[in-house]
Structures are given as structure tokens and as C-alpha cells.
């Protein structure tokens, strides 16, 4: 059963910087490209950012200020959040996808608040 937990979520000022984690198990490999979403109240989720076989992508609202990585000794992926705006609250999501079925994971989220 794979399992996806998040963690390093809180409430931050605008400018601040918080990592987000995402904690893998239950057969996540390398043969699954990881990601992080978000979803605003009353929006549709959008992609941050994924990262598969050290290739990068970035949603176009984040780049600059976003970094994505991940540590496949530890199955666990992570969010760099840096210059955070108050448009990046949100909940933030982990995803798994399978690169060959396209089959994918969540995790439960984590809240991002970014307020003075």
C-alpha cells in the first residue's frame, strides 16, 4: 500500500521560506515521478513543481522562488519554498505517478499560510 505523508507545512510572513517534505512508502521507485500540487479555496489544484529521473519542472508562478528535490535513499521528496508571496496559501499536495501507467498517489496535504 503505498503511503504519502507530508510534512513542513505552518504559517509563514510574506518573504519567508519554509521546506516542505513528502515521505514515500510502500513501493515508490524511480519509476515514479513525484510532484507537488496546490489548491486555493475556490480553486482549481495546480501543478508547483515534479521532478522525474532529475529532470524539473516548475508551475510558472513558482520559478525562481522553488525548488524541488528528491532523495531516493529516503524516498522522500522535498519543497523549497523561498520569497513566499500570500498567493502561494494554499494546501499544498504530494503526488506519485507511475512514468509507464500514469497511475498516481496523494498524500493528505499540508496547509501553507503565508500572512503578516
Known amino acids: 500500500q503505498v503511503r504519502l505523508v507530508e510534512s513542513g507545512g505552518g504559517l509563514v510572513q510574506p518573504g519567508g521560506s519554509l521546506r516542505l517534505s513528502c515521505a514515500a512508502s510502500g513501493g515508490i521507485s524511480s519509476m515514479y515521478s513525484m510532484g507537488w500540487y496546490r489548491q486555493a479555496p475556490g480553486q482549481q489544484r495546480e501543478l508547483v513543481a515534479s521532478?522525474?529521473?532529475?529532470?524539473?519542472k516548475y508551475g510558472d508562478s513558482v520559478k525562481g522562488r522553488f525548488a524541488i528535490s528528491r532523495d531516493n535513499t529516503k524516498s522522500t521528496v522535498y519543497l523549497q519554498m523561498n520569497s513566499l508571496k500570500p498567493e502561494d496559501t494554499a494546501v499544498y499536495y504530494c503526488?506519485?505517478?507511475?512514468?509507464?501507467?500514469?497511475?498516481?498517489?496523494w498524500g493528505q496535504g499540508t496547509q501553507v499560510t503565508v500572512s503578516s
Open positions: 503526488n506519485a505517478e507511475h512514468v509507464l501507467s500514469h497511475y498516481d498517489y
Open positions: 521532478i522525474s529521473s532529475g529532470i524539473t
